[in-house]
């Protein structure tokens, strides 16, 4: 581009405006009663002024549109509009238009123009109008170059280039957080809670049209930001889906991984892909933007190479009285395990049967359900949870797998030496807080069923 | 045994929201590297959809600091909606991001309020200082004698200025939370980015306002570029201004009959004193210009001059104080115990006195129509002066009854003490600009009245606000309030009110409330406190309006009052003032339920007065609401203002279609087309109810059209307001919308022909801010000679508007 040329020696101007939407213009009602000094003249004064609503002067938002005032701000995923109009400001003809509009980014050089095909003349005071869209897909700074070609009258080739730069912003800022919901009772098929904080970080009111997540292969999707009242979908946000200026809005999905999937608790392992958001929204008269999350990418819980969940175990239970659960033992490795109960009473709770048990060998990806019994001596955890009885059994089953892990540690490492675990006295203390934090990372007003904890970690210990 | 270490890790272990950091997962395989706390976890990453920026550049505006790159020192588009052939390079260096019309509530506008208190501080102090300077000025000059009624004799002039009064209350910068980082609360957490570059967002949140809405156009000087708008308050600074105009203090120290302050100073007193009891209204227009004794000056000739007070009370002559007195003991024993409202003394007065009315009129007979009217003047006073003021007032006002000597003396801090905090707007921007680019001669044909040119009384001055004079009008009630000795540099000074007085002043607020002079209009507001003060009653002033009642302070002021802040950047404090108008005209509504009085005395309403009363009260309170609808709408809580506006339905019933599609046209620009439909639905079977009435059908139309609009359908928009203007051709709206819809549909030329076409042929409609605003805008992306046409608009313009048309609209600056 030649700069220094001098301005006037163009016989076509060009120009640009960016074409957000129109605006509703708004008056600015000042009222006053017949008895008072200016009488109907106020009243007068605004029933003729054209930009008020007649038979409602007073209502501020008007009807009338006025076109935007400056370039506003562009965010990624809206569409960037463009009026591109070339003038021919002199008084002879002008031949063989070409005018073309590039947007570059950072990365890329992009053509926008509608046509690439050459006007043939252009009269004196007439103009070539164009209407560019793209829809922003980058961040950062872009630049429109406009290029504008012709010949003189007198052939004289004559080229000039113009660049209109502006930066694109981020709209959204989007966090996601997992949650695994372990179904507690009835099999290895886990739901993933997925909770998605989307902040509107324009400066604008923000219509949030379309929220949701596209699962990835494995997973079906369940929205949970709905509410069934009356046979009504409605929307847990309220009435109004609008987002203001750095307001926040958290989106809860549930996840479930597809039967074929499901079954096999080791198939899920490591770094998945759930899935990604896809948010359209809109603001200004209908102004539209939309954006697509990266994957979301999610670390499946680890069971190790032993996993073990509750089948079944009662709600309550007396004191002393011998009671029934039963466990499922699932192999997550890719080995063949030799399985070996040990059972180990704690001062209060004593395990009926023969510990030391060989449980038989257990092939990758099978389970073995487990019944087991034992009884209770003491109360004493009671007095610290509500639902001691339950807490309790993930208590002992807890050690259970502990106990199953240091197996599965000695048979899997092949090393009759290295990997024993000792099992430490756990205190309840822990289970305590792995529960209450199960519970309190849920919430209840999402009209989710809480996802259950039972089943720990194994603990590693060197 | 690890058993003690193993309780500190295991929090870690089962905690199943442990946020979890992808990166550093090793690998895929867990069992034997990975740390436990992988096991169960649960992931918190913040998905950064684009970067993080380096810099902070909120918005292109902001962005010319910035340097170019080389190659792109020719123009950018940062802060120019609108890139300018060469020639006129000039005029786009002006961002047009300050234009004044602001119709775009979609737009953050908390830059442009930062930008404005700031401003307004600045000013404020300014004109502070000069008020205190030039009231010293004036100390030794004072001229008095304007406004002698009896109670301001028995004061010493007050000279002191309170300076605290006039010190302005600090602006407010009501954004400092935006810059703090939000998304931080968590744990560092990986950022997964959709591209590659990351940019952090932070900074860029303060840069991203853009001058909205509250922006008043005047105090675009200093950053839009310079339009020689005469009235801004900076100008206030100029010594020449900040003084009483050299014109003024003439009119006042010359002496002699032909003084035309003496002559103003009749037609204006005169008629106070008189219409102050019958309808103000009804008395003023023919007004006989040579001038009075000055009557006004005793009480006693007022009530001489009020000639049905003198017949309902024969004492009054003698010792018209008594005469409320007098009622009060008879009457007040029942009253006292069940009267909980305004003033139990007085409210006895007029009822008493409406008694022996109805005896002089079965007396008359009819025989004098002057009485039937008096009596339903006296009602329609009552109707709307009722207020219900604070306990305290309250209790004041009684005792000011009882006591025969009205105002307590040492009370000045609840009496009002207002003067004009500046004089003379007098200014023309469109001759300003018309001198600027069209040269003397063209400015000299410009001809408008200004407040010199008119008669010096509510005639003139109502002249003036119909011809769209308002700068000079605004002049013209200082003038008036001048003679009322409540001129410049006279605030803090004891003075009385009258209901002309008051009356003036709202004109005088109302006028640069529409001139969008909204900190003139809080500084003059300022020494009235928040309108609940002693003398700001009827009751204050037993000797002038003796067995009046209530508020002098006509409502509209007080509506005025209370919608002021919010262009102050303190739209809080404007909501809260229209709650406490919104309770009082509930509580009045009530008490009129009740079939009592408005302020909730024992009343011997009649039924036809309770329903007018009613009335007049029910569109009050609709008022109101609307103030406050406006107001939420401004603040952008859109659910309040649906909600509010929702509620105005009930009280106007015909006003139906139109609030239902102005909510629907909220959500449009909240951009939930969804729901506008619903409420356009909403109006079209509103319309199919009601007869066909064209009008409604416009209505419709034109809800379509903007849902068109809505969904980027530029063309089925402007089929549909093509459609309103087969049924109503002159509809501006849809004629201007129409034109607005082919720009985008890329047919500049086209809609540029149409909206000149309309300017050219009917001015009076088309003259208007939006349009031409529009219309200079097309011309701006037409040609390079954008500036010639625009002048010729200027030319047009001269012709037709007044002087407060806002020039900005032009874009000439």
Redesign the interface.
């Known amino acids: ?1 030649d ?1 220094s040329q ?3 020696e ?1 016989l ?8 957000t ?6 008056n ?12 109907a ?2 009243g ?2 605004m029933r ?4 008020t ?4 002067e ?17 965010f ?2 809206e569409t960037f509009s463009s ?1 591109i ?1 070339v ?1 021919n ?1 002199s008084n002879q003809v002008v031949k063989d238009i070409l005018v073309k509009a590039d947007l570059q980014t ?2 890329q050089r992009l053509n926008l123009s509608a046509s690439n095909s050459a006007m043939t003349e252009l009269k004196p ?1 007439c ?1 070539i ?3 560019i869209h793209h829809e922003v ?4 700074t872009h ?2 170059v406009c290029a504008v070609s012709y010949t003189t009258q007198f052939g004289e080739k004559l080229y000039f ?20 919901a372990e179904s507690d009772l009835s099999s290895v098929t886990d739901e993933v809670f997925l909770e998605a ?1 989307i ?1 509107n ?7 949030m ?1 379309k929220v949701s997540l596209e699962p990835s292969m494995m997973y079906n999707v369940s929205e949970l930001n709905t509410v069934t009242l009356q046979d009504q979908g409605v929307s847990t946000f ?5 987002l ?3 307001d ?1 809005r958290q989106y809860l999905y549930c996840l479930k991984p597809k039967p074929e999937y499901a079954e096999k608790a080791g198939v899920i ?3 998945t892909v759930i899935g990604k ?1 896809d948010i359209v ?8 933007g939309r ?4 994957q ?4 499946a ?5 032993i996993r073990l969940s509750m089948e079944t175990i009662p709600d309550t239970v007396n004191l002393e009285e011998p009671f029934d659960i039963s466990c499922k033992i699932t192999n997550c ?1 890719e080995r063949t395990m030799d399985l070996v109960l040990d059972m180990c009473n704690t001062s209060c709770i004593h395990w009926c049967g023969v510990s030391g048990r060989a449980l038989g060998k257990l092939s990758p990806a099978a389970s073995l359900s487990l019944p087991l019994t034992l009884l209770s001596s003491m109360q004493g955890l009671q007095t610290v949870y509500l639902m001691k009885w339950q807490v309790c059994a993930t208590h002992f089953l807890w050690r259970i797998s502990n106990e199953d892990d240091r197996r599965e540690q000695r048979s ?1 490492l092949g090393s009759s030496l290295g990997g024993i675990i ?1 099992v ?4 309840h ?3 305590k ?2 529960r209450q ?2 519970l309190t ?1 849920i919430h209840p007003s999402d009209g989710v069923h809480q ?1 259950e ?1 039972i089943t ?7 | 045994m690890d058993s003690e270490e193993a309780p500190a890790q295991r929090p870690v272990t089962l905690d199943i929201t442990v946020d979890d950091v992808i990166r550093e997962a090793p690998s895929p395989e867990p069992t034997s590297q990975v740390p436990a706390k992988d096991y169960l976890l649960a992931q918190g990453e913040s998905i950064d959809l684009g970067g993080e920026f380096a810099t902070p550049q909120a918005d292109s505006s902001a962005s010319p600091l910035e340097s170019l790159m080389d190659k792109l020192n020719d123009q950018m588009m940062e802060s120019v909606m609108i890139s300018d052939s060469p020639n006129n390079s000039e005029e786009e260096d002006v961002a047009p991001i300050d234009s004044f019309l602001d119709g775009d509530p979609n737009e953050e506008n908390e830059g442009n309020t930062k930008y404005d208190t700031d401003e307004q501080a600045k000013c404020l102090t300014i004109t502070t200082e000069i008020e205190v300077s030039t009231v010293q000025q004036n100390e030794d000059s004072e001229f008095k004698g304007t406004d002698e009624t009896n109670i301001q004799e028995h004061f010493p002039p007050c000279m002191s200025s309170h300076p605290d009064r006039l010190s302005p209350s600090s602006p407010k910068c009501e954004e400092p939370t935006l810059e703090k980082g939000t998304h931080l609360k968590e744990e560092p957490v990986p950022v997964c980015t959709i591209f590659s570059q990351g940019k952090h967002p932070h900074s860029l949140i303060p840069d991203g306002f853009q001058p909205t809405l509250i922006k008043s156009p005047s105090f675009s000087l200093g950053s839009g570029g310079g339009t020689d708008e005469a009235v801004t308050p900076s100008k206030l600074t100029t010594p020449l201004v900040c003084q009483p105009s050299p014109s003024l203090s003439k009119f006042f120290t010359d002496n002699g009959q032909t003084n035309p302050a003496s002559d103003f100073f009749d037609s204006f007193m005169a008629p106070s004193s008189f219409i102050s009891v019958s309808n103000p209204n009804a008395e003023i227009a023919p007004r006989p210009k040579t001038p009075k004794t000055p009557i006004a000056t005793t009480p006693e000739h007022q009530l001489s001059s009020l000639s049905f007070s003198t017949l309902s009370v024969p004492t009054a002559n003698s010792a018209h104080v008594s005469v409320p007195t007098e009622f009060t003991e008879k009457h007040l024993p029942p009253f006292a115990q069940t009267v909980p409202a305004l003033s139990q003394h007085l409210p006895s007065a007029p009822s008493s006195q409406s008694q022996p009315f109805n005896h002089l009129q079965a007396v008359f007979s009819g025989s004098d129509d002057a009485f039937a009217k008096a009596i339903s003047l006296s009602e329609v006073d009552r109707r709307h002066d009722a207020w219900l003021p604070s306990e305290e007032i309250r209790k004041s006002l009684i005792s000011v009854a009882t006591q025969q000597y009205g105002p307590a003396y040492g009370e000045t801090n609840r009496l009002t003490m207002p003067g004009l905090k500046f004089d003379n707007l007098q200014g023309d921007a469109v001759k300003d600009l018309m001198l600027r680019f069209l040269g003397e001669q063209a400015a000299m044909k410009r001809q408008v009245l200004t407040a010199s040119s008119v008669e010096q009384s509510f005639v003139g001055l109502q002249q003036l606000i119909s011809s769209k004079n308002w700068r000079a009008a605004v002049d013209l009630t200082g003038r008036l309030l001048t003679a009322h000795g409540q001129g410049y540099g006279k605030a803090g000074q004891l003075t009385s009110h009258t209901t002309n007085s008051l009356q003036l002043w709202f004109v005088r607020l109302a006028l640069l409330t529409k001139l969008k002079l909204f900190q003139n209009a809080e500084l003059e507001f300022d020494p009235f406190g928040d309108l609940d003060q002693l003398d700001l009653f009827y009751e204050f002033y037993p000797t002038i309006y003796p067995g009046r009642q209530g508020s002098m302070v006509p409502f509209s002021m007080r509506l005025l009052h209370a919608e002021l802040p919010q262009h102050l950047a303190k739209p809080q404090e404007a909501l809260d003032r229209l709650h406490n108008l919104k309770t009082v005209c509930l509580t009045i509504l009530k008490n009129l339920e009740k079939c009592l009085a408005e302020d909730g005395s024992m009343s011997s309403l009649t039924e036809e007065n309770t329903q007018e009363s009613l009335k007049l009260w029910r569109s009050r309170l609709s008022r109101v609401l609307y103030s406050m609808a406006n107001c939420l709408l401004m603040m952008k809580d859109y659910v309040l203002a649906v909600e509010v506006y929702q509620s105005i339905i009930q009280y106007e019933p015909q006003q139906r279609v139109q609030l239902l599609s102005g909510i629907g046209r909220i959500f449009l620009q909240i951009g939930d087309i969804k729901t506008a439909e619903v409420y356009f639905r909403d109006v079209e079977q509103a319309c199919q109810m009601t007869d066909v009435n064209p009008s409604l059908t416009t209505c419709v139309l034109m809800n379509r059209a903007f849902v068109h609009l809505s969904q980027n359908n530029y063309a089925e928009a402007h089929a549909a307001f093509i459609e309103v203007l087969k049924l109503d051709p002159k509809n501006p709206v849809a004629n201007n919308n129409a034109a607005v819809c082919l720009l985008y549909l890329g047919r500049l030329k086209e809609s540029l022909g149409k909206l000149e076409g309309l300017v050219q042929q009917d001015p009076a409609l088309y003259l208007h801010e939006s349009v031409l605003f529009n219309l200079t805008t097309m011309y701006e992306l037409e040609s390079s000679r954008s500036t010639q046409k625009k002048q010729a608009l200027l030319e047009a313009v001269a012709c037709r508007e007044g002087d407060s048309f806002n020039t900005q609209c032009l874009k000439l600056a």
Not at chain 1, 53 to 56: D, H
Request: charged share 25%; aromatic share 8%; proline share 7%.
């Open positions: 581009m700069v001098t301005k006037q163009h076509l101007a060009l120009k640009v405006m960016r074409l939407k129109p605006t509703l213009f708004t600015l009602p000042v009222t006053c009663e017949d008895r008072d000094l200016p009488g003249l106020f007068e004064l003729d002024d054209p930009s609503i007649k038979g409602a007073t209502l501020m938002l008007g009807e009338m549109l006025t076109l935007p005032q400056n370039f506003g701000n562009i990624l995923g009026y109009s003038h400001d950072s990365s005071e103009c109008d164009d209407v897909k980058e961040i950062g630049i429109l280039r113009k660049f209109f730069k502006f930066q694109v912003l981020k709209p959204l800022d989007v966090k996601t957080k997992f949650y695994n904080q902040q970080i324009t400066t604008s009111p923000m219509f049209e309220g009435k109004m889906s609008y203001q200026p750095m926040t392992k490591g770094v958001l929204w809109k603001t200004n008269l209908g102004e539209r954006l697509q999350t990266s979301l990418q999610r670390m819980p680890g069971y190790g190479d490795s899997s000792l430490s006295g756990l205190s203390l822990q289970v807080r792995s934090r199960a990372n996802p904890q720990s970690a194994p603990q590693r210990c060197r």
